[in-house]
């Protein structure tokens, strides 16, 4: 794991023996205008500027233009029209700054030169005219104090493909860093050599030098959103918020901030609400950001809302059409749509622009598995590694997927493979050390009928007389019902601690769940783990392995929870929810969506109420089609499903009904039933807004008594 702020890491590699370089700040050089000023005017404008400046640093952009803009129409000067492009560019104005930046450039020299060409580089590469953007940094690359321009230089070139192009221009950053021009008080240079190392795939050195450059300056916010970027780029969602927490107390409207915000709420437990207001804050500032529109659309993704993400992915591409992030979505997108022809576009559209990008097979293998598609992740992370066997991060998403389809020989070999190349993925780290000090020590297979258990030594000798029969009876009355044979063998595999099932199940620990189901493999908590029943828990992961292979791993999240729950409802009565309360309530206030977006009810859920709501609602509506139509439909349209058929079809061809007539039908049903809570008072706490929220609110408004 990459430690923050702890040196606790191994050598650095020889380029890289010392990390610290000085370089004059591009914002700084630029108010190097020659004398002190004398006159009274020019003294008031200084002030102005200066105004204008630290309103920039605090991110109040609305000011700092404001300021920015005054001191150009009292009296124009580079430092001036430099200010305003960072605000421009800070918040969308791509085209503009660039244009400000090039007039700029036409009348300035030395320093100021420097940091207007740098500036519209950045600006040109926002926009995705990348080979332009290159020709123009390519005129400052020599200069000795173009360190920023050096680094996004170097950027553009690996965003075409070029990276051996790309290594001499970073390693000019080291250089400098070794020859001291770049010093250890320079908070900026120490940034710009820790981008520079990232670029160039030394995880290490990049956080030691960002660890440098922290120690020098925490509130540089740059530095520290770089950094969580290293850190996510780990799964280190942890070490991320830490950095991304420093960032916004700096700067507070920083929209990259805030999207990297966004993606840690979702890494540490998809909390899709926070992550929508994180980005919510992002497009109040810079409404064009791309990176804010691709992260939308791979939430939109989560439950499976195709048009929603499109929209957004269209919104990225207009503002870059060379962006890899947005060109990886688009080909994720239509591979959940199972679209092989427009897979296959999206994928050359993105190689086109960059053919080393291995990484966005990664992408679409992230959102693979959100639907299941674990089969499918084993052949993305090969499609990877074909285009560049050394992808560590492909490496690991092949072993992990291996180890959830029961291939363990295969995957741990992989895995150790992704280890060698980084040793800084917590997953891999955490799930090589979970085998070899826990699982192959500490646990036991044992073969019964037709699956197989793995069981904690201690509690062997319990669980065996227990769980064996109980599933093997369960696994052989969902065969008779369902009349399909899983392909085999099952493992099911409980753990005597939540950190052991965690970091088993996701390489993470304290994944939050029970059980988890990956189609041949199911994982769940052991009854010394907590207190829950564990024949419930493992009876609905069983129903999953049915509906995941039936389906080809397409069925839906709503329908494969709701069927789970009515197997355990029907295994056992006293298994079932008792949520009706709550269900009124979202039927009675729209918070329910309808059948077509059902599984928003997951990925939209404001609580953990909202949660359990969606699971209950899912399983009343199961209830109401075996009720209507039988349970034989079930099998039937999970096969269906995995014929590539969408939901609305399926519906149709199956239960001969449109999708929103099964929805009419079952919420009149369901309120029906639901009669009695009519009219009952009742407070929902989970409609309020987070406590984070309301204090921000009643910090913003002290005098206001309702806030």
């Known amino acids: 794991m990459i430690a923050r702020m702890r040196p606790a890491l191994p050598a650095s590699t020889p380029a890289m023996q010392r990390?610290?370089?000085?370089?004059?700040?591009?914002?700084?050089?630029?108010?190097?205008?020659?004398?002190?000023?004398?006159?009274l005017v020019a003294q008031t404008a200084d002030a102005r500027l200066a105004e204008a400046e630290a309103a920039l640093a605090r991110t109040d952009y609305g000011p700092a233009e404001a300021g920015f803009r005054a001191a150009l129409e009292a009296t124009p000067s580079l430092r001036a029209r430099l200010g305003l492009g960072r605000v421009l560019l800070a918040t969308g104005r791509y085209d503009e700054a660039a244009t400000l930046a090039e007039r700029a450039a036409e009348h300035a020299h030395d320093a100021e030169r420097i940091a207007a060409v740098t500036l519209r580089g950045e600006a040109l590469s926002r926009r995705g005219h990348l080979d332009e953007a290159i020709t123009l940094l390519r005129t400052i690359e020599t200069e000795p104090t173009a360190h920023r321009a050096r680094v996004f230089l170097g950027r553009a070139l690996l965003r075409r493909g070029r990276a051996t192009e790309a290594r001499p221009v970073l390693m000019q950053l080291v250089r400098a860093y070794n020859d001291e021009v770049i010093t250890e008080r320079d908070a900026e240079g120490l940034g710009y050599v820790a981008m520079a190392a990232a670029m160039l795939g030394s995880a290490h050195d990049a956080n030691d030098a960002f660890q440098q450059s922290s120690r020098v300056d925490r509130r540089r916010a740059e530095t520290q959103l770089e950094w969580a970027d290293l850190f996510l780029s780990h799964y280190d969602a942890g070490h991320a918020e830490e950095c991304v927490r420093d960032a916004l107390a700096a700067a507070p409207h920083d929209a990259r901030a805030h999207v990297l915000a966004a993606r840690v709420a979702l890494a540490q437990g998809f909390d899709f609400e926070r992550a929508r207001r994180e980005?919510?804050?992002?497009?109040?500032?810079?409404?064009?950001?791309?990176?804010?529109?691709?992260?939308?659309?791979?939430?939109?993704?989560?439950?499976?809302?195709?048009?929603?993400?499109?929209?957004?992915?269209?919104?990225?591409?207009?503002?870059?059409?060379?962006?890899?992030?947005?060109?990886?979505?688009?080909?994720?997108?239509?591979?959940?749509?199972?679209?092989?022809?427009?897979?296959?576009?999206?994928?050359h559209a993105a190689l086109d622009v960059d053919p080393s990008d291995s990484e966005l097979y990664t992408i679409v293998a992230e959102h693979a598995d959100w639907e299941h598609r674990y089969p499918d992740i084993v052949e993305l992370a090969d499609a990877a590694l074909r285009i560049d066997p050394r992808d560590a991060r492909?490496?690991?998403?092949?072993?992990?997927?291996?180890?959830?389809?029961?291939?363990?020989?295969?995957?741990?070999?992989?895995?150790?493979?992704?280890?060698?190349?980084?040793?800084?993925?917590?997953?891999?780290?955490?799930?090589?050390?979970?085998?070899?000090?826990?699982?192959t020590p500490q646990y036991e297979w044992v073969d019964g009928r037709t699956l197989r258990f793995r069981f904690h030594r201690d509690e062997r000798p319990v669980l065996e007389p227990l769980a064996v029969p109980h599933l093997e009876a369960a696994f052989a009355d969902m065969r008779r019902r369902y009349g399909f044979t899983p392909q085999g063998?099952?493992?099911?595999?409980?753990?005597?601690?939540?950190?052991?099932?965690?970091?088993?199940?996701?390489?993470?620990?304290?994944?939050?769940?029970?059980?988890?189901?990956?189609?041949?493999?199911?994982?769940?908590?052991?009854?010394?783990?907590?207190?829950?029943?564990?024949?419930?828990?493992?009876?609905?992961?069983?129903?999953?392995?049915?509906?995941?292979?039936?389906?080809?791993?397409?069925?839906?999240?709503?329908?494969?929870?709701?069927?789970?729950?009515?197997?355990?409802?029907?295994?056992?009565?006293?298994?079932?929810?008792?949520?009706?309360?709550?269900?009124?309530?979202?039927?009675?206030?729209?918070?329910?969506?309808?059948?077509?977006?059902?599984?928003?009810?997951?990925?939209?859920?404001?609580?953990?109420?909202?949660?359990m709501t969606a699971y209950y609602a899912s399983s009343r509506l199961v209830a109401y089609l075996a009720d209507r139509f039988g349970f034989a439909v079930f099998p039937r349209m999970l096969r269906a499903w995995g014929e590539g058929r969408s939901t609305a079809d399926v519906v149709q061809r199956v239960l001969h009904v449109s999708l929103d007539d099964l929805d009419r039908d079952w919420r009149t049903a369901e309120l029906a039933r639901l009669a009695p809570y009519a009219g009952h008072f009742d407070v929902d706490l989970g409609s309020l807004p987070d406590a984070a929220t309301i204090r921000a609110e009643a910090a913003q408004r002290p005098t206001d008594a309702a806030a």
């Open 19 to 39: 990390l610290c370089l000085a370089t004059l700040s591009l914002l700084a050089a630029a108010t190097i205008l020659g004398a002190a000023p004398t006159p």
């Open 279 to 347: 980005l919510d804050a992002a497009a109040a500032v810079e409404p064009v950001m791309r990176a804010s529109h691709s992260l939308r659309a791979s939430i939109a993704l989560r439950s499976l809302s195709l048009e929603e993400a499109d929209a957004h992915v269209d919104r990225a591409i207009a503002t870059d059409p060379s962006d890899l992030e947005a060109l990886a979505m688009r080909a994720t997108v239509r591979f959940l749509a199972d679209d092989t022809l427009g897979f296959e576009r999206g994928v």
């Open 394 to 439: 492909a490496m690991a998403t092949r072993g992990m997927n291996l180890l959830r389809l029961g291939r363990e020989d295969e995957g741990i070999t992989q895995l150790r493979a992704a280890f060698r190349r980084d040793r800084f993925n917590v997953r891999v780290f955490n799930t090589l050390n979970l085998w070899d000090d826990v699982i």
């Open 489 to 611: 063998p099952v493992h099911v595999e409980l753990f005597a601690t939540t950190q052991h099932f965690s970091v088993r199940t996701e390489g993470l620990p304290n994944l939050g769940v029970q059980g988890v189901c990956f189609g041949q493999v199911l994982t769940a908590l052991s009854p010394r783990a907590g207190e829950f029943d564990w024949a419930q828990i493992t009876t609905h992961e069983l129903a999953h392995v049915f509906h995941i292979q039936l389906s080809h791993n397409h069925v839906p999240r709503w329908f494969t929870e709701g069927l789970a729950e009515h197997e355990t409802v029907m295994a056992r009565r006293e298994w079932r929810r008792e949520n009706d309360p709550q269900l009124r309530r979202a039927l009675d206030s729209g918070a329910l969506p309808p059948l077509s977006r059902m599984n928003e009810a997951f990925t939209h859920a404001r609580s953990p109420e909202a949660v």
